[in-house]
């Protein structure tokens, strides 16, 4: 009689994959970082699932790549360094995401607790370096796959109930390696029901009162009902810079507030003397705001968000009524109640462009005619996002860009990491298959620009420089409170040829006549282009009250 061989065992694999497993349930499908000995196993399976690895050249530069791919996915994204340094270096990126409200998982190895207080190489844990809990949410150093549950569930929960959720696991590689068998544990489904915002009160609060409004990043989603109400009330609407886009095109729409903001919006508001300001989807932070007297309303705020952390925002001390619910359902209950229209007729133009002089400086290009030639065409000819770093390019893209739709622009102006604009650019590119723009500045490009790294990948990153040799909007800031310049310009740099040589096309710009030709061959490249914009540092960035201190 035959024998029924029995079914063959699988064979153990290593117990990395069940993490990698828990982060694909969790809907991570991107993981950015910089290879090292102790994070080999998670690295190795990584790659055997289905997610995308690409590998940075900067730890801080794959968090702010992780920034720009979560602008454009709107999923959490993965992290992967090493230890020692590799932890220390990734902080500034790892805060710039947690800045920016983006959700990520950091994978760190953490050495192993026999090897521990003996003078390990880049040891983590005992008396080495151990990453501080900010800025995260969470933290777990798993010693054994009987966490592996505990973990998933933590993870599963914080993501679905925590806006911007950061975490950082820390794993030894000897537990990475472990040999195991059998299938991850299940992730639980774990849920926040919207629900529907009562707003009975709130709009008979504002019913018959001077009412303006404000938008940030958070209503980037909710531009046409933004829109709507604005329509239907006519009340006047400001932007924070990450809210361009959602309400440019009201006609009440009076200008940005905040970097790079708009002396007349300030003066509008102030004409109009709101007896409740409605804030949609920003914290009303220094960037966002300048903590400007002229915003604060007479009775109070009136603000909505998920995350009651944005309640008190920039202005503790004014009166504040807070709404935790997500935006799109409240605004949808709020048009229904269907509040009068006031009264408001807007005095002047939302935007003070500056002046091009009509007779240029030879040899380089007036900042205006760069942003006007960005406006005309990356901004009105494509869809591609603009990311602008946290110096002068953010303070001259919030001034004189206008959008029609809302999440086309980003700057990471809180965190204020230098750099991020070409590094988010390259994860904006990947994540959408096409071509994201960074708007930064020599300095920037030359601390983090990852340019090597869309090089490697074929990514259609487009870095637009606006080069004034070195430090331009510190140096502005120091002559404008009367202080020598402290060594804020660099030597003499050609940019177009350090990209060109790393790999990527790129063309160097000293006349504004040649600049939409250039912009639009960055935009046609197919994969990554510099365009090195030589532009007249004698002319002040429009930092308004920024200089003030």
């Known amino acids: ?26 809907g991570i499908r991107a993981a950015y970082g910089v290879i090292g000995r102790e994070i080999v196993p998670l690295v190795s399976a990584l790659h055997a699932a289905p997610l ?12 702010l790549m992780a920034l720009g791919d979560w602008t454009q996915s709107d999923r959490p994204t993965a992290l992967f360094v090493t230890t020692g340094p590799g932890i220390t270096n990734v902080l500034t990126g790892a805060g710039a995401l947690r800045a920016a409200g983006a959700p990520f998982v950091l994978l760190s190895p953490l050495t192993p607790a026999e090897e521990t207080d003996r003078g390990a190489i880049q040891e983590t844990g005992g008396d080495g370096y151990l990453a501080p809990r900010e800025p995260f949410d969470y933290q777990a150093q798993i010693h054994s796959a009987a966490q592996l549950e505990i973990v998933a569930g933590r993870l599963a929960a914080g993501l679905a109930s925590t806006p911007g959720f950061a975490a950082h696991l820390q794993i030894p590689q000897t537990i990475q390696a472990m040999l195991t068998g059998g299938d991850a544990p299940a992730v639980p489904v774990h849920s926040v029901l919207p629900g529907r915002p009562d707003v009975a009160p709130i709009a008979s609060l504002l019913r018959g009162r001077r009412v303006a409004l404000w938008v ?56 109009f003397a709101p007896e409740y300001m409605l804030v949609l989807g920003t914290t ?24 009651p952390r944005a309640f008190a925002g920039g202005y503790p001390q004014v009166t504040t009524i807070g709404v935790q619910s997500a935006l799109a359902p409240f605004l949808d209950a709020l048009l229904e109640a269907d509040l009068p229209r006031m009264t408001f007729t807007r005095r002047r133009a939302p935007r003070a462009r500056l002046a091009v002089v009509e007779e240029p ?5 007036h900042p205006g005619a760069a942003m006007a030639s960005i406006q005309r065409v990356i901004v009105e000819r494509s869809d591609a996002p603009i990311f602008s770093d946290a110096s002068s390019p953010m303070f001259w893209c919030a001034h004189c860009l206008e959008f029609h739709e809302g999440g086309r622009y980003f700057t990471e102006h809180a965190w204020g990491s230098i750099g991020t604009a070409g590094a988010a650019a390259v994860g904006a ?13 020599d300095a920037g490009v030359q601390m983090f620009n990852e340019i090597n790294t869309a090089v490697q990948y074929a990514i259609p990153a487009a870095f637009v420089v606006l080069d004034d040799g070195g430090w331009g ?22 940019l177009a040829q350090l990209a060109t040589a790393m790999g990527a096309q790129a063309v160097r710009v000293t006349d504004a006549h040649d600049l939409d030709d250039a912009l639009r061959r960055a935009l046609a490249a197919g994969g990554p282009f510099l365009v090195d914009v030589v532009i007249d540092r004698s002319i002040d960035p429009p930092m308004g009250n920024r200089t003030q201190r």
Not at 250 to 262: A, E, I, R
Not at 361 to 365: A, I
Request: net charge negative; hydrophobic share 45%.
């Open 473 to 494: 909007a510190v140096a502005h800031g120091m002559e404008a409170n009367d202080r020598p310049d402290h060594h804020a310009w660099f030597p003499p740099t050609d």
């Open 429 to 441: 590119a990947a994540a959408r298959g096409d071509v994201a723009v960074a708007v930064t500045g």
């Open 216 to 271: 940030g990043s958070g209503a980037r989603d909710c531009g046409p009902q933004v829109r709507e109400l604005v329509a239907r009330t006519g009340m006047p609407v400001c932007a924070s810079p990450r809210g361009l886009g959602v309400a440019d095109a009201c006609d009440s729409f009076v200008g940005v507030v905040g970097n790079g903001g708009h002396k007349t919006a300030l003066e509008e508001l102030a004409a």
């Open 1 to 26: 009689m035959a024998s029924i061989a029995p079914a063959p065992e699988e064979p153990p694999f290593e117990f990395a994959r069940h993490i990698v497993a828990v982060l694909h349930a969790l």
């Open 52 to 63: 995308v690895v690409r590998y940075a050249r900067s730890e801080s530069g794959a968090a």
């Open 284 to 307: 009303r932070g220094q960037a966002s705001s300048g903590w400007e007297p002229a915003l604060i309303p007479s009775q109070a705020f009136v603000v909505v968000d998920r995350d």
């Open 361 to 365: 400086t030879p040899g380089v290009v």
